[in-house]
């Protein structure tokens, strides 16, 4: 049982927006910083989104990343098929980095 | 650019110790900016925070793992190592080194190796 609560699978259409959800408590996202990870099948995550919303050099714009209260959320614009993959949140919290438990994302 | 990258032994039999090492090029561990790290993804997906090494020797453990855990450092060959003891099948999953950024609150990793999978079975 991840620290942090996503849904398991998301879909959306090529050119679409879609926004996928990470939730924890005050103690984790409501006490710091998420970041988002994008994961392909057989490889390492990458870093897609820190601070909240800070994406790295060679990150498209499409990506975008949101914090509220306790929940965040990150947001790909005008989808394509090479962005299926699957996204994790992470924060620190309690001294150590908990994540969630990754959301699947499909292209349709 | 930086590159880092595990070694070791892809089958460990249940009750014995579990030694990786992550090598890294393109930079170094000597870096005060950054903590070195090791994470773990079980066979169904789930990603795991083991603990990091800052380059004075300084470490931070993952409560769940902390009387089984070493992580250790030699800069002088730029490299950094997970002993994790007492394995179980339950430990059977992919092994990343990685680099953390502790700069940012998060604490987000922004270098990973390609990971290396450690099988536990007799």
């Known amino acids: 049982q991840s620290v942090l609560t996503q849904p398991p699978s998301a879909s959306a259409t090529p050119g679409q927006r879609v926004t996928i959800s990470c939730s924890g408590t005050?103690?984790?996202?409501?006490?710091?910083?998420v970041n988002w990870y994008q994961q392909f099948p057989g490889t390492a995550p990458k870093l897609v989104i820190y601070?909240?919303?800070q994406r790295p050099s060679g990150v498209p714009d499409r990506f975008s990343g949101s914090k509220s209260g306790t929940s965040a959320s990150l947001a790909i614009s005008g989808l394509q098929s090479e962005d299926e993959a699957t996204y994790f949140c992470?924060?620190?919290?309690?001294?150590?980095?908990?994540f969630g438990g990754g959301t699947m994302l499909t292209v349709l | 650019q930086l590159r880092l990258q595990e070694s070791g032994p892809g089958l460990v039999k249940p009750s014995e110790t579990l030694s990786l090492a992550c090598s890294v090029s393109?930079?170094?561990?000597?870096?005060?900016?950054?903590?070195w790290g090791w994470i773990r993804q079980s066979p169904g997906g789930g990603l795991e925070w083991i603990g990091i090494?800052?380059?004075?020797?300084?470490?931070s453990y993952n409560p769940s793992f902390r009387s089984r855990v070493t992580i250790s450092l030699d800069t002088s060959k730029n490299q950094f190592f997970l002993r994790l003891t007492s394995m179980t099948a339950a430990d059977t999953a992919i092994y990343y080194c990685?680099?953390?950024?502790?700069?940012?609150?998060?604490?987000?990793?922004?270098?990973w190796g390609q990971g290396t999978l450690v099988a536990v079975s007799s």
């Open positions: 090494i800052y380059y004075t020797g300084t470490t």
């Open positions: 990685v680099r953390e950024n502790f700069i940012y609150g998060g604490h987000p990793s922004d270098s």
């Open positions: 992470s924060t620190w919290a309690d001294s150590l980095v908990v």
């Open positions: 005050r103690s984790n996202i409501g006490s710091n910083t």
């Open positions: 393109g930079g170094s561990i000597s870096n005060s900016n950054y903590h």
């Open positions: 601070t909240n919303n």
